[in-house]
């Protein structure tokens, strides 16, 4: 896995990957068209950032690559990985509660707050980080 040089395109599954933490200068892609939906990433070392029709969907602290993002209405799970450990939030139902999952281990139980938004603090090693945000 590696960063995504286009910025964001569409996978085979139908998921989708974003981001490249090793940009020197901020650069984005708008309008990018997927499952009927338009898209938004802002991405370089400092951050990355997903829109979806305009409204908020990840962010994270520094840059990271993301691989294979799957939003339902229950869950989100994607791959991760970047230079430094990362917080990630993510656009959640508000006021629900989430089960946090990271590498296949339970993390605990988390609750949205009044936004909606759910923040995780990823470790990076040698490997991407898989992680998965079921609705409890």
Do not use: W
């Not at 901020?26 to 990018?32: E, G, H, I, L, Y």
């Amino acid at each position: 896995m590696a960063v995504v040089n286009e910025l964001i395109r569409t996978e085979n599954d139908g998921t989708l990957s974003f981001g490249n933490y090793e940009l020197e200068t901020k650069s984005k892609v708008a309008d990018f068209p997927h499952c009927g939906d338009s898209y938004k990433v802002k991405t370089f070392y400092e951050i990355t950032k997903l829109e979806r029709n305009g409204s908020f969907v990840y962010e994270s602290v520094p840059g990271t690559a993301v691989n294979n993002f799957s939003a339902t209405a229950d869950e989100v799970s994607f791959t991760v990985e970047g230079k430094e450990n990362a917080q990630i939030t993510l656009e959640l139902e508000e006021g629900s509660e989430y089960e946090a999952m990271i590498n296949g281990e339970k993390v605990g139980k988390m609750s949205t707050n009044m936004g909606g938004k759910l923040v995780l603090s990823v470790e990076f090693g040698e490997s991407p980080v898989a992680v998965k945000v079921v609705k409890a």
